[in-house]
């Protein structure tokens, strides 16, 4: 045990920050297109001095929309993940059942959130922009390793979210206030999450002596190995966005460097966000000291 959390709070402090889809989008809340979507630590987008300003913003809510998906489909496996983390122990402590079962219908409504923020961007874009899928095939390649290797990804997504919001959009007063509301609501929820997954990395730690530990680790780092292969698809897909929502073609030099600055992008906000985090770092040293030494010499690659 290296922390003081509990099923008990978490639960607790869920209750009180609880909402509603409706009360975050609908009627008058709209997303505002004049506006950037994302905050320019994880878009990057000044970084392509060929961009002229509105260009830097489409390509910046062509990220954003990305952001929605990507979010919709990690929450797809972390939505069977929690359930089945849940089901074996439905007679055990009734705090950490009615925890867990509280996380995995906050991930529920927010993947439906995500979609339905997903169906106004499609609405009013203009041009439709692919994305990285089928999320069920992509859950289910996840959930195919070792659950440890499974709920450090978890933690890895929770705390990352937590380091996007507190770290960039909260006082980025140029973000769509639309856009700004979604990830604030987002992140309010995963707080718990996050205190949730190391409770779920604890447990599922307990018996495994330091060859099953790392098992878990190196099966981490291969689904981060995956995601990263999805990344580099992403960037081709919004690079094809941009060209057909801007109608502008980029050279060959300017294609190469859109390729290689945005796949840095992705790669920090997606994986270099969550492997360089204190508090997974913490968790993956608590586990076993080499563990947090492994990630700490691959995440240079992904800042
Ligand atoms: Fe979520
Ligand atoms: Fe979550």
């Known amino acids: 045990m290296l922390n003081t959390y509990s099923y008990q709070t978490a639960l607790a402090a869920s209750e009180v920050v609880h909402w509603r889809i409706e009360d975050i989008i609908g009627g008058e809340k709209r997303l505002d297109f004049t506006k950037p979507f994302m905050p320019e630590s994880l878009a990057r987008v000044e970084e392509l001095s060929f961009l002229d300003r509105d260009e830097k913003r489409i390509l910046n809510q062509i990220r954003g929309n990305a952001y929605l998906c990507i979010f919709g489909l990690v929450e797809e496996f972390i939505l069977p993940f929690v359930l089945d983390q849940t089901r074996p122990q439905l007679n055990g402590d009734d705090y950490r059942v009615r925890a867990l079962l509280q996380f995995a219908g906050e991930e529920a409504k927010h993947i439906q959130l995500f979609k339905r923020f997903r169906q106004e961007f499609e609405e009013s874009f203009g041009t439709h922009c692919p994305v990285i899928g089928p999320p069920e095939a992509i859950a289910k390649a996840i959930l195919a390793h070792d659950p440890l290797g499974v709920a450090i990804t978890t933690l890895h997504i929770e705390w990352m979210v937590q380091r996007h919001y507190v770290d960039s959009i909260k006082d980025d007063q140029q973000l769509d206030a639309q856009f ?9 929820e995963e707080v718990q999450h996050a205190k949730l997954d190391t409770l779920m990395v604890e447990s599922l730690a307990v018996g495994r002596d330091e060859a099953a530990r790392m098992k878990g680790v190196d099966e981490y780092l291969e689904i981060g190995g995956f995601l990263d292969a999805g990344l580099k698809q992403q960037v081709e897909f919004d ?3 941009f060209e057909r929502a801007t109608g502008r073609e980029l050279n060959e030099a300017e294609e190469e460097e859109f390729r290689r600055k945005q796949l840095q992008a992705n790669r920090w906000t997606y994986l270099g966000t969550g492997m360089t ?7 993956l040293e608590w586990l076993i000291p080499a563990a947090r ?6 995440s240079a690659a992904f800042v």
């Open 180 to 188: 700004k509301s979604l990830l604030k609501h987002h992140w309010i």
């Open 239 to 241: 690079l094809g966005s």
């Open 277 to 283: 985090h204190e508090k997974v770092l913490e968790t």
């Open 293 to 298: 030494q492994k990630v700490e010499s691959i």
